[in-house]
């Protein structure tokens, strides 16, 4: 009832490729963060999305929230090395703040 | 100055003993986590405090303890450690509905 899904589990890209990692719930989500986690390190916030069809952009990273509010896509443009890492959907709680993570997708990046 | 400082970072242990982590927040948030990231590494919420106040428990055996001593601070303390118990654990803080900060992590490792 609560997961968040999210695919592909694993992607292996040639530097320069582009990569989209995507998440879907059954249930209408206040809002979606997302956070990204390096080899080794821990989870960093990236960015919140809250209104539907709501669209954000960081550098070449590309952030949606479905018309819905169910599914949300993170496109990287041209990936780099130093986008290697796993890349977390996560469902966030509007009274607890409580995060439910979806599996993550985890990045490789060739040069 | 760490925004969320966890410590130890390693701690490597025999089954059976009980041990504690520490977590400390200097941002002024009102509710702190424990996330706990297995080998396959799926985040999942343990616990939640708001201002020393157990807001959530999720389902965790009883061999975990948190507590609360004051807002800036959610210690976590480990009855009886299991092989399964091994993994990396996060503390995290935040103001609700907004981005959660995290620690370094602890990696628990069980023998």
């Known amino acids: 009832g609560q997961q968040v899904m999210q695919i592909p589990q694993y992607q292996h890209v040639q530097e320069g490729e582009d990569f989209t990692t995507y998440c879907n719930s059954s249930?209408?989500?206040?809002?979606i963060q997302w956070y990204k986690q390096r080899p080794g390190g821990h989870p960093v916030f990236l960015i919140q999305l809250v209104k539907s069809g709501e669209v954000k952009k960081q550098k070449r990273l590309t952030f949606q929230f479905g018309e819905a509010k169910k599914n949300s896509s993170l496109h990287i443009t041209a990936t780099q090395t130093t986008d290697v890492g796993t890349y977390f959907c996560?469902?966030?709680?509007?009274?607890?703040?409580?995060?439910?993570f979806g599996q993550g997708t985890t990045l490789q990046v060739k040069p | 100055d760490t925004a969320v400082s966890q410590t130890p970072k390693y701690l490597v242990t025999q089954m059976g003993n009980d041990k504690s982590i520490k977590c400390e927040q200097n941002l002024g948030h009102d509710t702190m986590y424990w996330y706990k990231q297995d080998s396959k590494k799926f985040l999942k919420i343990m616990f939640s405090?708001?201002?020393?106040?157990?807001?959530i428990n999720e389902t965790v055996p009883n061999r975990f303890s948190p507590k609360s001593p004051d807002k800036a601070h959610l210690n976590l303390h480990i009855n009886s450690l299991e092989l399964g118990d091994s993994a990396v654990y996060f503390c995290a803080s935040s103001q609700v509905s907004t981005e959660a900060f995290f620690g370094q992590g602890t990696r628990l490792t069980v023998v």
């Open positions: 249930t209408t989500l206040s809002n």
């Open positions: 405090y708001n201002n020393k106040e157990l807001i």
């Open positions: 996560a469902k966030g709680s509007s009274n607890t703040g409580k995060l439910i």
